[in-house]
């Protein structure tokens, strides 16, 4: 079978292609590569590999130069008669950026984006599956401390934190326009953070915060507000699973579920031995947050209550440098303090029923696995381009 990848150079995107790429009931797989040239492209494939020293085929893997943001992709991607025999697409590109100042490109890239993949797609007479990477958080904010199960979404009534789980619901709901039903596979991770494996995980994506809450130590967020989050590696395995086994349903959760899942508390508490030199974390409570941002203004007669952690202000003083850079780091932190406390699970139930990988390790148990990784990430990088 001849396989069709975008976002190979993404978090995901590389696992996916790794793993893939160890299938032999794969022969080629096309990634769709931003880049200037072939070879550039080439480069940042072999990048992929190079990362965790993973076995490259240069017979297997393929680069397509294009962008999901130019309109005349449809007639790119037509153009290339190789990609005529295509049997599978797994679409995993997109824009994740959770910043507003990005709303007009997340749109473009993962509505308009889609759209020109769809419009290729459909013609492509060999396509037994148009595997589509959504999120489970397409729930939006309405649903709170539950568990939540696949048929539950797309809700079109849904109210969205941010742009980017918007129109990555929008582009589920478009699937049924361009391909009939029995060709749609929609996955939809959860949170993914970090590698279960002893690696330096392929990004920072969401990892950041994690580092972030450890420079801090003062953290206004429900500790005990329940998370999904599972390792990359994992999600990989268990995609590339569903893809090629008999499934039983056509939308998966790809989640930690009940039994796997984690918060705040346990996975600070997991880290915290480790930099003993730090105050041990601290939660408070979210109305604090504001607080927080006075403090770093130096407006200290607006601070408060916030005053009484005097232990951990002493400590941000020697840490910052200048306390505004604070502002900084709660802006890109903000949403993922929303995220946080709505306490979603996401039932995986359909996915342990269909594929044979074991449950996941819960996020407080994998993590340690990446806390040498967790010092060298750049947290203000993080924030900037949350
Ligand atoms: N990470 C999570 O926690 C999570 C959770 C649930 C679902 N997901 C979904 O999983 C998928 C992969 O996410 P990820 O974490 O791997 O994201 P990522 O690390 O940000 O990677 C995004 C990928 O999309 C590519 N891309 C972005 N804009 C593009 C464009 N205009 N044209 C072509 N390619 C473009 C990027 O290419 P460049 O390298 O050129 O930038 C990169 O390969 C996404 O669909 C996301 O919605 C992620």
């Given at each position: 079978m001849n396989l069709f990848l975008t976002g190979a150079t993404g978090f995901l995107g590389g696992e996916l292609l790794v793993t893939l790429s160890k299938r032999s009931d794969i022969k080629k797989i096309y990634c769709l590569v931003r880049a200037k040239s072939v070879d550039e492209a080439n480069k940042r494939l072999i990048h992929v590999f190079d990362l965790h020293g993973d076995f490259y085929q240069p017979e297997k893997i393929i680069p397509i130069v294009g962008n999901l943001s130019d309109d005349d992709l449809t007639s790119t991607l037509n153009s290339h008669k190789e990609l005529h025999s295509i049997n599978l697409i797994v679409h995993s590109a997109a824009n994740t950026s959770f910043s507003k100042n990005c709303d007009d490109l997340i749109k473009k890239v993962n509505i308009n984006g889609l759209e020109n993949i769809l419009n290729w797609a459909k013609d492509l007479k060999h396509l037994n599956t148009f595997l589509y990477i959504g999120t489970a958080t397409i729930c939006g904010k309405d649903i709170k401390n539950k568990v939540i199960r696949e048929e539950e979404s797309p809700n079109s009534n849904a109210h969205h934190l941010v742009t980017y789980t918007y129109t990555k619901m929008i582009g589920e709901m478009m699937l049924s326009k361009y391909l009939p039903e029995e060709k749609i596979l929609v996955v939809r991770p959860s949170i993914i953070m970090g590698d279960s494996k002893n690696k330096i995980p392929r990004s920072s994506v969401i990892l950041w915060t994690l580092a972030a809450f450890n420079y801090l130590r003062?953290?206004?967020?429900?500790?005990?507000s329940k998370i999904d989050i599972i390792p990359v590696d994992y999600a990989a395995e268990a995609i590339t699973d569903l893809l090629l086994v008999k499934r039983n349903y056509d939308v998966y959760h790809i989640s930690a579920g009940v039994d796997s899942s984690t918060n705040s508390e346990l996975c600070t508490r997991k880290i915290e031995s480790y930099f003993p030199e730090k105050p041990a974390h601290q939660f408070v409570n979210r109305k604090l947050a504001n607080n927080m941002r006075f403090w770093a203004k130096g407006r200290m007669e607006d601070i408060g209550e916030l005053a009484k952690y005097d232990k951990h202000l002493h400590y941000w003083e020697s840490i910052l440098g200048e306390k505004s850079r604070l502002r900084i780091l709660f802006a890109g932190l903000e949403p993922y303090f929303d995220f946080i406390e709505l306490g979603q699970i996401f039932d995986n139930s359909r996915l342990l029923h269909d594929v044979s990988l074991p449950k996941p390790k819960p996020a407080h148990e994998y993590i340690i696995n990446n806390i040498e990784f967790l010092e060298s990430i750049d947290i203000y990088e993080g924030a900037l381009d949350p």
């Open positions: 003062l953290i206004p967020v429900n500790p005990l």
